[in-house]
């Protein structure tokens, strides 16, 4: 198989998160005004309520299927076998996660009432497991996953303002949100016959894929319920206001990950290729490239957006949200820890088949949050929750250091600091004199601040050299030949 460009993959699916976050920004204004709080909340609910039964559907296959399916991908007739192992599995916990769907549905009366609702939510189970997206990504067609998300995402949203236009279309709201989130499961799915072979191979072996499957579908609960405790404890040691503080904070914190996290999607399946080919030379070399680059870019973001907590707070959920302000500052070292610890848990633990080290941190996680949240939030509030994830998510971080010490005193060798120290020592003071500026309107003030201080900060990489921006730059613009 040829190997795709690392850079142009990074560029896609960077692409892809950017349109994730823009596509709700877009319709969600008009949804709230259109449905109101009722109609949109029952949406949410029903999503929310089927995202649980998807997650024992799938169980740990959206992680280990790319390691497993990277692993062979040489090998077009152990590939096939491997993806029709994985696929049966994801179908038949689909049909027990159904069976369970529809008897809680005529179990809660409450959930009875929005059978019709849920069940057109409930497609989402299916769709994921069809959609097999752990082979796209285990085989680096990040080209086609973006091209084919973003497309039903445009869909999504024009299918949104011509079915739902007054407060009785919720059917049609629950319908466009599954469309565009996961329509094209689909075409991956008809798709597949290109990439695999998919008559039955027959000699399955299902036995050598639970012990991992179930250890990452146990990481997935472990970290849904440590990132999701500190706003149930909030909401039940306090009152929704505050929970509606705290989540002003953590959606912003939310988009930053989710953009410093990209790249881990793009490298797992490389390193697990490397791994297992034993090309130590190359592993070490992209996990050095991405420790490089979670500093260069969560480091600036962490400056940059604890300085402006208060405007960002004001312009994304107004005035009247200024107390997420303290607990937005709290939370942005999170931002560096959790890209450090996705480089040593998804990007390192992982494609070496380490993968109970990594749980073990995020249970460790889970401990730390749940008895620091118990101590700060009567006494801080949202302020105390923030405390709470940051020092759980320290902690993670920290654990994983310690299982990789000995490859991360390599690692550390490579990584260019002498860059990072000078762009923060020309950015920072910048950063001080623009934020003296008053301005009337938010936006301005938002937009021209980041543009002087991450255009300081990228010009000061490309001045000094530095390998991954200047790289990057070059790949966009073309010049850059294709390669590893």
Same mark, same amino acid.
């Given at each position: 198989m040829k190997s795709k460009s690392i850079s142009l993959n990074f560029i896609m699916n960077f692409l892809l998160t950017a349109s994730s976050i823009l596509f709700p920004l877009i319709t969600f204004p008009y949804v709230s005004r259109v449905l109101g709080p009722t109609g949109t909340g029952a949406v949410a609910m029903g999503t929310s309520l089927v995202?649980?039964?998807?997650?024992?559907?799938?169980?740990?296959?959206?992680?280990?299927?790319?390691?497993?399916?990277?692993?062979?991908?040489?090998?077009?007739?152990?590939?096939?076998?491997?993806?029709?192992?994985?696929?049966?599995?994801?179908?038949?916990?689909?049909?027990?996660?159904?069976?369970?769907?529809?008897?809680?549905?005529?179990?809660?009366?409450?959930?009875?009432?929005?059978?019709?609702?849920?069940?057109?939510?409930?497609?989402?189970?299916? &769709?994921? !497991?069809?959609?097999? %997206?752990? /082979?796209?990504?285990?085989?680096?067609?990040?080209?086609? $996953?973006?091209?084919?998300? #973003?497309?039903?995402?445009?869909?999504?949203?024009?299918?949104?303002?011509?079915l739902v236009r007054n407060a009785g279309d919720v059917l049609w709201f629950g319908f466009v949100t599954v469309v565009s989130s996961f329509g094209s499961a689909v075409f991956n799915f008809l798709r597949l016959r290109k990439l695999i072979d998919l008559h039955p191979c027959g000699h399955w072996n299902f036995r050598r894929h639970l012990y991992p499957i179930f250890t990452?579908?146990?990481?997935?609960?472990?970290?849904?319920?440590?990132?999701?405790?500190?706003?149930?404890? &909030?909401? !039940?040691?306090?009152? %929704?206001? /505050?929970?509606?503080?705290?989540?002003?904070?953590?959606? $912003?914190?939310?988009?930053? #990950?989710?953009?410093?996290?990209?790249?881990?999607?793009?490298?797992?399946?490389?390193?697990?290729?490397?791994?297992e080919q034993g090309k130590e030379k190359e592993f070490l070399s992209l996990v050095s490239k991405a420790f490089s680059f979670v500093l260069l870019f969560s480091i600036p973001c962490c400056i940059y957006f604890s300085v402006y907590a208060k405007p960002v707070v004001e312009f994304l959920s107004g005035p009247g949200y200024l107390p997420a302000v303290a607990p937005m500052i709290i939370l942005m070292p999170t931002i560096l820890f959790i890209g450090l610890s996705n480089i040593t848990g998804i990007q390192v633990l992982v494609p070496t088949g380490r993968e109970t080290l990594v749980l073990r941190s995020v249970i460790l996680g889970a401990v730390v949050d749940f008895l620091l949240n118990l101590i700060l939030i009567p006494l801080l509030g949202a302020s105390g929750a923030a405390i709470g994830t940051l020092c759980a998510e320290f902690a993670v971080t920290l654990?994983?250091?310690?299982?990789?010490?000995?490859?991360?005193?390599?690692?550390?060798?490579?990584?260019?600091?002498?860059?990072?120290?000078?762009?923060?020592?020309?950015?920072?003071?910048?950063?001080?004199?623009?934020?003296?500026?008053r301005m009337s309107k938010l936006f301005c003030q938002l937009f021209i601040s980041a543009v002087v201080y991450f255009g300081i900060c990228g010009l000061v990489l490309l001045a000094l050299g530095e390998k991954i921006t200047n790289n990057l730059i070059k790949r966009i613009l073309g010049i850059l030949p294709e390669r590893n």
């Open positions: 995202s649980y039964f998807t997650m024992v559907a799938m169980l740990g296959v959206p992680t280990y299927g790319i390691r497993a399916c990277a692993q062979v991908r040489d090998d077009k007739k152990r590939l096939s076998k491997t993806v029709q192992e994985l696929l049966i599995i994801n179908l038949i916990m689909a049909l027990v996660s159904y069976i369970a769907f529809f008897i809680l549905l005529w179990l809660v009366p409450a959930f009875r009432e929005e059978s019709t609702l849920y069940t057109i939510c409930s497609a989402a189970i299916i &769709l994921n !497991v069809i959609g097999v %997206n752990w /082979v796209y990504q285990a085989l680096e067609e990040y080209s086609y $996953i973006t091209f084919v998300s #973003v497309l039903f995402k445009a869909l999504g949203l024009g299918l949104m303002f011509l990452f579908f146990f990481m997935s609960v472990a970290t849904t319920v440590y990132t999701n405790l500190d706003t149930v404890m &909030l909401g !039940v040691m306090k009152n %929704n206001e /505050v929970v509606g503080y705290y989540n002003a904070a953590i959606k $912003i914190k939310t988009i930053l #990950v989710t953009l410093v996290t990209s790249l881990g999607t793009v490298l797992l399946p490389r390193l697990s290729y490397y791994y654990l994983q250091f310690w299982y990789l010490r000995k490859l991360l005193t390599t690692i550390i060798r490579s990584i260019e600091f002498k860059e990072l120290l000078i762009m923060l020592l020309v950015s920072t003071p910048v950063i001080w004199l623009v934020s003296n500026l």
